[in-house]
């Protein structure tokens, strides 16, 4: 499945005095473009906690590259690189849209859990929505 980069622009309230991106809103950007890759698989987030299905994030590496600042639009490109019955891994890739000049670039991992943050076996206990991810997922190993 052919999927849509997410697209951005940034506010003024999201940098700092210099005008450019402050580091805590990567992670926020990171999430919005991974809810939106989800969505764009039918797999809408609200739809997976009423299954009881939450994704928690494991670990989050940034990569600062260039400097995001206030009126950039930017494309962020997820992929998911690994996935397990009760993991998988996300490499994201941050466009500036006017340049196409990757500006950053990230990783997180997270865990299938159920709601009392207990793993769950994804592929054992919702086989189709397991078939979702793994569709979409670009082995590096």
Request: aromatic fraction near 12%; avoid cysteine.
């Amino acid at each position: 499945m052919k999927t849509k980069p997410y697209k951005r622009k940034i506010n003024y309230y999201e940098t700092d005095q210099m005008q450019v991106v402050h580091h805590s809103n990567y992670a926020r950007y990171l999430e919005e473009a991974r809810l939106d890759l989800m969505e764009q698989l039918g797999l809408d987030y609200d739809k997976l906690e009423e299954l009881g299905i939450i994704i928690p994030v494991l670990e989050l590496h940034d990569y600062y590259i260039n400097a995001i600042h206030f009126g950039d639009e930017i494309l962020i490109y997820p992929r998911l690189t690994k996935i397990s019955p009760v993991r998988f891994s996300v490499e994201y890739e941050i466009k500036n849209k006017k340049t196409m000049e990757v500006v950053h670039t990230a990783a997180t991992s997270h865990a299938f859990v159920d709601t009392n943050f207990k793993p769950m076996n994804l592929k054992r206990k919702y086989p189709e929505v397991y078939k979702k991810f793994e569709d979409i997922t670009i082995n590096e190993d």
